[in-house]
């Protein structure tokens, strides 16, 4: 069965400052990856995938992902946040057997000014 | 293009009062459909599942039901609401083929009183 920890269930950081919000899985097979950011009261937005070929992968919003097999890690980054990336971060993973995504428990983000 | 609605946008219930949430979907057709519940300070819980007509697949044991009486339509039900039932629920569809994640509808805040 696959698993997904976010270590961090909250980050505080400063507007202009670099942040990285962590991922870890558990899979014995290979799987798909995913950041979903939820803004306040509002459903969840895909930020960006890893399915297969470059481990850094870019999405919307400035933001990137690493991929690390080795390590079963997928950390968000960004490399300036600004105060309307305050939001809660969802990291997901899911095989090519199922049609099921597997939640991390999420990563609050506050960004002050 | 497509796009997900939900209904209503929040909703305040006594204890035992029956519920019906419903979500559609526009703009495709024979999609998977996902119901999930997100409750305070807590992750994504998948209650169920349909990959088409009269197929649920249920996640978690509660006194919460789904039916697809339509290839696009989902409806979330209880007969008798628990405070616990109280949360955020989120529906969610995916393309039946050659997909890998999920897009989310804007959410239903239900609280139960």
């Known amino acids: 069965a696959q698993s997904v920890t976010q270590l961090d269930s909250q980050v505080p950081v400063f507007e202009e400052a670099p942040v990285e919000l962590r991922c870890n899985y558990s899979?014995?097979?290979?799987?798909?990856l995913f950041w979903y950011v939820q803004y306040p009261n509002q459903g969840l937005q895909l930020l960006l995938k890893?399915?297969?070929?470059?481990?850094l992968v870019k999405g919307i919003n400035g933001f990137e992902a690493e991929f690390n097999k080795s390590q079963t890690s997928f950390h968000l980054r960004k490399p300036s946040v600004h105060i309307s990336d305050t939001a809660e971060y969802f990291c997901?993973?899911?095989?090519?057997?199922?049609?099921?995504?597997?939640f991390g428990t999420g990563t609050r983000l506050q960004v002050f000014p | 293009s497509q796009t997900i609605h939900q209904w209503p946008a929040t909703l305040v219930q006594p204890v035992g009062s029956p519920l019906s949430l419903e979500c559609t979907v526009e703009?495709?057709?024979?999609?998977?459909l996902y119901w999930y519940r997100q409750a305070a300070g807590r992750g994504l819980q998948l209650l169920f599942y349909?990959?088409?007509?009269?197929?649920i697949s249920s996640e978690v044991p509660q006194n919460l039901s789904a039916s697809r009486p339509q290839d696009r339509q989902f409806i979330l039900s209880s007969k008798k609401l628990l405070l616990s039932d109280s949360g955020f629920y989120l529906c969610?569809?995916?393309?039946?083929?050659?997909?890998?994640?999920?897009?989310f509808g804007p959410g239903t805040r239900l609280t139960v009183t």
């Open positions: 703009g495709t057709s024979n999609p998977n």
């Open positions: 969610a569809w995916a393309p039946d083929r050659g997909y890998y994640e999920q897009y």
């Open positions: 997901a993973v899911r095989t090519l057997s199922t049609d099921k995504l597997i």
């Open positions: 899979s014995s097979v290979s799987v798909y």
């Open positions: 349909s990959v088409g007509i009269g197929q």
């Open positions: 890893y399915l297969s070929g470059s481990t």
